[in-house]
């Protein structure tokens, strides 16, 4: 056993956080896992970790040891990388963790683009809502919407994503157009299941800002499912651009309250600091950043058809 795959997988099952979760991203048996943390105890005379029936953790040993892995590794996997990809194409896997509306509408072609100009590079795409622990899942990247709240995360800045409220004119021909924020009392909202709150904060034309809350007629975790039923004429919808963008221009969706502003959010990519970012990662990213600079696609806008 070399000392590397010791190290390796000590940090493994640290970021993991458990010995099963490093045996399925080393693709190896857990025994071995175990085997391993054992020998590098053994060998260096102290104990890394205390093992109970439900989680491992640190000693103070097993921290500095840690820490230190991070920067050995991270050295030497860009030491390799250096070695073998030196006047090379970009070569080997990106696993990317994505929101599902925009990542299959929007990432989804950027990554195919991507790929056909690196050849050697492949894509493991986990297509979700949901927030994930990107190094307990064994993800080198992720594309999130809106706020970061965690900040040991590093992050880039990929496009900015503006929202919008949106009804279909049959739902507005029967239940009134709203005149003004305070209208959509009166209306029935399709909402986002992940929003953390119900109430919508707004900035009116004069820049005086204000918040109101809809009652909600729907609630689910996908914003082409929500846009659906906005189309299908049962409520209102207050969604980001790049899902209702080409439903706006169709004139099956109609802008509300144009000329209010409601809280813009920004899409990055992230990745965890403790991760060596590797250079297709990188390179990964700089063609996001530049393939959505200025103003994306999506943010197009059509006469709101009153």
């Known amino acids: ?16 956080g458990s010995i099963t979760g490093a045996a399925e991203q080393l693709h190896i048996a857990k025994s071995a896992v175990s085997r391993r943390l054992k020998e590098l105890e053994t060998r260096l005379g ?6 109970t029936t439900r989680k491992l953790s640190l000693t103070d040993t097993g921290e500095a040891l840690y820490q230190r892995s991070i920067s050995l590794l991270a050295d030497w996997a860009e030491t390799e990388s250096a070695t073998i990809n030196a006047q090379t194409a970009l070569a080997g896997i990106i696993r990317v963790a994505a929101p599902l509306s925009f990542g299959v509408a929007h990432l989804g072609p950027a990554i195919l683009d991507f790929m056909k100009a690196h050849r050697d590079v492949t894509f493991d795409i986990d297509f979700n809502d949901r927030k994930m622990d990107l190094v307990a899942e064994g993800m080198d990247m992720a594309i999130r919407i809106g706020d970061l709240p965690d900040s040991s995360l590093i992050a880039r800045k990929i496009a900015s994503v503006s929202m919008v ?7 507005l021909e029967q239940h009134g157009y709203p005149k003004t924020p305070d209208d959509l009392k009166n209306h029935k909202e399709l ?15 004069d820049q005086s800002e204000g918040q109101v809350e809809m009652a909600p007629r729907l609630l689910a975790t996908n914003g082409d499912f929500l846009r659906d039923a906005a189309v299908a004429g049962e409520g209102v919808i207050i969604e980001p651009r790049f899902i209702v963008y080409q439903h706006l221009e169709a004139g099956s969706l109609v802008e509300i309250l144009p000329d209010y502003e409601w809280p813009e959010l920004t899409a990055y990519a992230v990745y965890p600091p403790t991760r060596h970012l590797s250079a297709r990662v990188r390179t990964f990213v700089d063609f996001l950043v530049e393939r959505y600079r200025g103003t994306p696609y999506w943010e197009s806008r059509t006469p709101p058809g009153l």
Not at 165 to 171: E, F, G, Q, T, V
């Open 1 to 16: 056993m070399s000392k590397y795959e010791e190290i390796e997988t000590f940090v493994r099952v640290v970021e993991a």
């Open 46 to 51: 102290v104990q890394l970790m205390q093992r």
């Open 165 to 171: 409220a949106a009804a279909s004119r049959s739902y």
């Open 191 to 205: 909402r986002y299941g992940y929003r953390r709150t119900p109430t919508w904060k707004y900035r009116a034309p």
